[in-house]
Protein backbone atom coordinates (compact mmCIF):
# COMPACT_ATOMS: atom_id res chain seq x y z
CA UNK A 1 0.00 0.00 0.00
CA UNK A 2 1.54 3.47 -0.99
CA UNK A 3 0.11 6.31 0.84
CA UNK A 4 0.74 10.06 -0.75
CA UNK A 5 -0.24 13.26 1.61
CA UNK A 6 -0.31 16.88 -0.19
CA UNK A 7 0.23 20.01 1.93
CA UNK A 8 0.50 23.33 1.25
CA UNK A 9 -2.93 24.25 0.51
CA UNK A 10 -3.45 27.70 1.64
CA UNK A 11 -5.71 30.60 0.91
CA UNK A 12 -3.98 33.28 -1.33
CA UNK A 13 -4.53 36.48 -3.37
CA UNK A 14 -4.96 37.13 -7.21
CA UNK A 15 -1.56 37.41 -8.37
CA UNK A 16 0.13 35.44 -5.99
CA UNK A 17 2.15 32.16 -5.26
CA UNK A 18 2.14 28.99 -3.28
CA UNK A 19 3.89 25.23 -3.15
CA UNK A 20 1.68 22.00 -2.42
CA UNK A 21 3.94 19.30 -1.83
CA UNK A 22 3.16 15.70 -1.94
CA UNK A 23 5.25 12.99 0.05
CA UNK A 24 5.01 9.50 -0.37
CA UNK A 25 5.81 6.44 1.51
CA UNK A 26 7.84 4.71 -0.74
CA UNK A 27 10.80 5.74 -2.90
CA UNK A 28 9.21 7.87 -6.08
CA UNK A 29 11.74 6.09 -8.23
CA UNK A 30 9.63 3.31 -8.94
CA UNK A 31 6.96 5.20 -10.34
CA UNK A 32 6.67 5.33 -14.01
CA UNK A 33 4.86 8.75 -13.45
CA UNK A 34 3.78 11.22 -10.62
CA UNK A 35 0.70 13.74 -11.55
CA UNK A 36 -1.05 16.74 -9.65
CA UNK A 37 -4.77 16.98 -10.58
CA UNK A 38 -7.23 19.71 -9.99
CA UNK A 39 -10.88 19.90 -9.26
CA UNK A 40 -12.87 22.47 -8.83
CA UNK A 41 -16.57 22.67 -7.03
CA UNK A 42 -18.92 21.29 -10.08
CA UNK A 43 -16.18 20.64 -12.55
CA UNK A 44 -14.15 17.11 -13.13
CA UNK A 45 -10.93 16.34 -12.17
CA UNK A 46 -7.95 17.35 -14.62
CA UNK A 47 -4.77 16.99 -14.67
CA UNK A 48 -2.73 19.85 -13.78
CA UNK A 49 0.99 18.25 -14.48
CA UNK A 50 2.86 15.42 -14.73
CA UNK A 51 6.54 14.36 -13.99
CA UNK A 52 7.97 11.25 -15.80
CA UNK A 53 10.25 8.21 -14.31
CA UNK A 54 12.55 10.66 -16.92
CA UNK A 55 11.97 14.07 -15.19
CA UNK A 56 10.01 14.88 -18.35
CA UNK A 57 7.26 17.13 -17.60
CA UNK A 58 4.10 18.42 -19.59
CA UNK A 59 1.17 20.91 -18.36
CA UNK A 60 -2.10 22.02 -18.51
CA UNK A 61 -2.13 24.70 -21.50
CA UNK A 62 -3.70 27.40 -18.90
CA UNK A 63 -0.98 26.99 -16.27
CA UNK A 64 2.03 26.80 -18.50
CA UNK A 65 4.45 29.21 -17.45
CA UNK A 66 2.87 29.50 -14.13
CA UNK A 67 2.89 26.13 -12.57
CA UNK A 68 6.40 24.06 -12.18
CA UNK A 69 6.29 20.83 -11.23
CA UNK A 70 9.28 18.85 -9.89
CA UNK A 71 10.25 15.97 -7.53
CA UNK A 72 13.30 15.80 -4.55
CA UNK A 73 13.95 11.99 -5.15
CA UNK A 74 15.73 12.02 -1.65
CA UNK A 75 13.14 12.77 0.16
CA UNK A 76 10.47 10.85 -1.80
CA UNK A 77 8.59 14.29 -2.31
CA UNK A 78 7.19 15.66 -5.70
CA UNK A 79 6.20 19.62 -5.60
CA UNK A 80 4.14 21.94 -7.90
CA UNK A 81 5.25 25.91 -7.61
CA UNK A 82 1.96 27.86 -8.78
CA UNK A 83 2.76 31.45 -9.58
CA UNK A 84 0.63 34.18 -10.66
CA UNK A 85 -2.49 32.57 -9.39
CA UNK A 86 -5.94 33.13 -10.83
CA UNK A 87 -9.58 32.68 -9.03
CA UNK A 88 -10.06 30.38 -11.55
CA UNK A 89 -7.15 27.89 -10.04
CA UNK A 90 -9.03 27.64 -7.20
CA UNK A 91 -9.66 23.81 -6.25
CA UNK A 92 -8.62 21.02 -4.33
CA UNK A 93 -5.47 19.48 -5.27
CA UNK A 94 -4.40 16.11 -5.91
CA UNK A 95 -1.29 14.41 -6.04
CA UNK A 96 -1.58 11.25 -8.21
CA UNK A 97 1.62 8.23 -8.39
CA UNK A 98 1.21 5.40 -10.90
CA UNK A 99 3.16 1.93 -10.89
CA UNK A 100 3.35 -1.09 -12.73
CA UNK A 101 -0.29 -2.37 -11.04
CA UNK A 102 -1.87 0.76 -10.47
CA UNK A 103 -2.67 4.52 -9.80
CA UNK A 104 -2.46 5.89 -6.18
CA UNK A 105 -4.20 8.96 -4.72
CA UNK A 106 -3.80 11.36 -1.95
CA UNK A 107 -6.26 12.80 0.12
CA UNK A 108 -6.10 16.40 -1.57
CA UNK A 109 -5.04 19.76 -0.08
CA UNK A 110 -7.38 23.00 -1.00
CA UNK A 111 -6.12 26.19 -2.97
CA UNK A 112 -8.55 29.24 -3.05
CA UNK A 113 -7.22 32.38 -4.70
CA UNK A 114 -9.46 34.76 -3.90
CA UNK A 115 -9.34 38.90 -2.68
Known amino acids: QVHLVESGGDLVQPGGSLRVSCAAS????????MAWYRQAPGKERESVAT???????NYLDSVKGRFTIWRDLAKNTVYLQMKSLKPEDTAVYYC?????????WGQGTQVTVSS
Open 96 to 104: NAVDVRTSY
Open 51 to 57: ITMEGTT
Open 26 to 33: RSISSFIG
